[in-house]
Nanobody, 122 residues
Framework: QVQLVESGGGLVQAGGSLRLACAASGDIFSINTMGWYRQVPGKQRELVATITSPISITNYADSVKGRFTVSRDNAKNTVYLQMNSLKPEDTAVYYC???????????????WGQGTQVTVSS
């Protein structure tokens, strides 16, 4: 089994910063892509940022480029999202997504965190 635990959401004023973290534990052989998505009520979940492994190639939604930074700590099986210059439109539930292989014999599967609320007040 694999467990993902997210932390770091909360309420912040526009222009402020938050740092999200998502730690994976359990039966992990390797982790490929790690990323963050967000969702607001009534809308589809959208990609925010991803980072690959072993070479850390990052990808960002246009709406967050220059403000958000995704990073990973492979030793801790953890992915981070540093969010700066937050805007009210960044308000959403943020979910981490990790593509994890649980053994050399298994194909990778996508695992999702429980979600953490980020609210940006104007």
């Amino acid at each position: 089994q694999v467990q993902l635990v997210e932390s770091g959401g909360g309420l912040v004023q526009a222009g402020g910063s938050l740092r999200l973290a998502c730690a994976a534990s359990g039966d992990i052989f390797s982790i490929n892509t790690m990323g963050w998505y967000r969702q607001v009520p009534g809308k589809q979940r959208e990609l925010v940022a991803t980072i690959t492994s072993p070479i850390s190639i990052t990808n960002y939604a246009d709406s967050v480029k220059g403000r958000f930074t995704v990073s990973r700590d492979n030793a801790k099986n953890t992915v981070y999202l540093q969010m700066n210059s937050l805007k009210p439109e960044d308000t959403a539930v943020y979910y981490c997504n990790l593509r994890i292989r649980t053994s050399i014999r298994n194909a990778p599967n996508d695992y999702w965190g429980q979600g953490t609320q980020v609210t940006v007040s104007s």
